[in-house]
């Protein structure tokens, strides 16, 4: 069975941190890069990080520097710190493989607010 539940979001101030987890089914962790997405109010869903199963990691120009993605394998589950967090910042982020369509599953996700 398919499974990906996101926890960790809230509210923070401007400048403040966040660590966010993933836990995800094995069929969906053990073959595959594993990654963060975020969708901010009025936009599409776009990709944030990346992370190979041997550790390799990717990010997007906007959060490089401030966020650090990371994953246990022996727990199934994939992890963003976020640090020196900005108000665009806020959004759903959700966690997944890579690549995915917006036709595959995909968790909950959890909501991120970052005020000003």
């Known amino acids: 069975q398919v499974q990906l539940v996101e926890s960790g979001g809230g509210l923070v101030q401007a400048g403040g941190s966040l660590r966010l987890s993933c836990a995800a089914s094995?069929?969906?962790?053990?073959?595959?890069?594993m990654a963060w997405y975020r969708q901010a109010p009025g936009k599409q869903r776009e990709w944030v990080a990346s992370?190979?199963?041997?550790?390799?990691?990717n990010y997007a120009d906007s959060v490089k520097g401030r966020f650090t993605i990371s994953r246990d394998n022996a727990k199934n589950t994939v992890y963003l710190q976020m640090n020196s967090l900005k108000p665009e910042d806020t959004g759903v982020y959700y966690c997944?493989?890579?690549?995915?369509?917006?036709?595959?599953?995909w968790g909950q996700g959890t909501q991120v607010t970052v005020s000003s």
């Open positions: 992370i190979t199963r041997s550790g390799n990691t």
């Open positions: 094995r069929s969906i962790f053990i073959l595959n890069v």
């Open positions: 997944n493989k890579q690549p995915v369509y917006n036709y595959e599953y």
